[in-house]
């Protein structure tokens, strides 16, 4: 559905990807982790028409959508939810749902669907008249995605989904995505929380400074002996390097 192919993208003198290569196909759930700084949020602007690549090719659906402009993308049905989740603060819950449904050509369905979606977002129901700027962090970002999702995008993407929010909250954003995984909804999802978002995907890139150093499947890159030392910014056997095999797994946080 999405190919990123040798995409290089520079910020003036400096050089953000230095071609960097991807894939999502329908209904799969795609991790794109990396350390601070390696070039993820750089790749979903690329993809959404922010930023110019320098050179490479971007297809959605077999079609080329480099230099196409971000609201024609949105129409197209790739949604970015951006990090720092950007809803508006002083409308109500019920407005901002509204106006992610604003462009679908169905409006009878996507006022339906504003319903629909306070059900399947509890916290949301409970608080929809209320302004979205008195929301809770967890219950931003819940109304982001609800927001995104209701334009029924076909490829749907995650910047940091579950940055700044407490561990109980974390789970929340996770759980919603796990969701939409077992939905069938086609998600890439860049994270922090590097091995939950691993564990939770069909399959994963890694990236560090620009460019992909480890993509698989979940156990793949879990148990490569690359992935700690990806996020740690050693080189695996080098004097000091981390020993992948002696650090549990599941321990959530893997940040820079
Ligand atoms: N607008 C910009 N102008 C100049 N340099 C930029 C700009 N945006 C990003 N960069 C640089 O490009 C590189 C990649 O940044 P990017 O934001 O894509 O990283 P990231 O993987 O999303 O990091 P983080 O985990 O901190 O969000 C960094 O070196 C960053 O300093
Ligand atoms: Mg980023």
Known sequence: M????????RYGQTTA????????????????VGPNGAGKTTALKAIVGLVTPASGS??????????????????????????????FASLTVVENLALGAATR??????????????DRFPALGRRRRSQAGKLSGGEQQQLAIARALIAQPELLMLDEPSLGLAPLVVDQIFGVVS?????????????????RAVELADRSYVLRTGEIVLEG??????NHEDFLASYLGVAAGAPGAPVASGVPAASGEVTA
């Open 58 to 87: 971007i297809e959605f659906d077999g079609a080329t959508i480099v230099k196409h402009k971000p609201e024609n993308l949105l129409r197209r049905g790739i949604s970015l939810v951006p990090e720092g989740r950007h809803i």
């Open 105 to 118: 050509a169905d409006r009878r369905a996507a006022k339906k669907d504003v319903a629909a979606f306070l």
């Open 17 to 32: 990807l230095h071609g960097v290569s991807f894939a999502v196909n329908r209904g799969e759930v795609v991790a794109l």
């Open 2 to 9: 999405l190919a990123v192919t040798d995409l290089v993208v």
């Open 217 to 222: 499947d979940s156990q793949t890159v879990l």
């Open 179 to 195: 969701e939409l995984r077992d939905a069938g909804t086609t998600v890439l999802l860049v994270e922090q929380n590097a091995t």
